[in-house]
Nanobody
Framework: QVQLVESGGGLVQAGGSLSLSCAAS????????MGWFRQAPGKEREFVAA????????NYADSVKGRFTISRDNAKNTVYLQMNSLKPEDSAGYLC??????????????????????WGQGTQVTVSS
């Protein structure tokens, strides 16, 4: 029902910033909870941030809270991840995901990959020291 395409990844020095975008196709984008996850080689997929369908609620992994900001523009069918003060350990493939769980907002639910039934292909972020 929805296609997701991430963009904005690249190479940046530690302490720098990057802004990721996830463009969605579909008529019901505004009804989806959206999340960002990341996965480094040989590691499990890790929750980064999530935002409710109307943008009223957000949740962040402790490792990125205060440095990353998730936002969305439903008129543009786009979700964003602004990443500041980047660290080498932030290096990973970043994926956006969509979940049809409007009206549900529990931390354990939005942090779990299995909650999301649509995924993008990912965009690579590499942070050099």
């Amino acid at each position: 029902q929805v296609q997701l395409v991430e963009s904005g990844g690249g190479l940046v020095q530690a302490g720098g910033s990057l802004s990721l975008s996830c463009a969605a196709s579909g008529r019901t984008f505004s009804s989806y909870v959206m999340g960002w996850f990341r996965q480094a080689p040989g590691k499990e997929r890790e929750f980064v941030a999530a935002i409710s369908s109307n943008g009223g609620n957000t949740n962040y992994a402790d490792s990125v809270k205060g440095r990353f900001t998730i936002s969305r523009d439903n008129a543009k069918n786009t979700v964003y991840l602004q990443m500041n003060s980047l660290k080498p350990e932030d290096s990973a493939g970043y994926l956006c995901a969509a979940a049809a769980i409007q009206g549900v907002w529990y931390t354990a639910v939005v942090r779990t990959p299995r909650t999301y039934n649509h995924w993008g292909q990912g965009t690579q972020v590499t942070v050099s020291s």
